[in-house]
């Protein structure tokens, strides 16, 4: 379990919007998160912006890394309310570290 966090500023026309929501996986370990993924996903808004999206990348052992994310936030925009929608797919590669070790 953990958080993502986004944000981003149109071009265009005048908009900038952020959110954040909790994301779920099957990795066991920080480093784990780490490597290439391929995301599908999409959000929707009118006026508050929703959206999911689902990570799949390589794990150990020759298994897959499975990260499930939903984001709720809002956004500023010209016209005022934004309506709108969109899906989206892309690979990235992910570097990962640990700032804090904590054993509970």
């Keep these: 379990m953990g958080m993502t966090f986004a944000g981003g500023v149109g071009t265009g026309i005048p908009a900038a919007s952020a959110g ?12 784990e998160q780490g490597g290439p993924f391929v995301v599908l996903g999409g959000s929707g808004q ?16 020759n298994g897959n890394v499975i990260d499930l994310s939903s984001t709720v936030g809002t956004g500023v925009r010209l016209p005022a309310v934004e309506v709108g929608g969109e899906v989206h797919g892309f690979m990235t590669y992910t570097l990962t570290w640990t700032w804090f070790d904590w054993h509970f």
Excluded at 21 to 29: D, E, I, Y
């Design 20 to 31: 954040g929501g909790p994301m779920v996986s099957n990795a066991t370990s920080v480093s």
């Design 46 to 61: 009118v006026g508050i912006r929703a959206g999911g999206d689902i990570a799949i990348g390589n794990g150990p052992n």
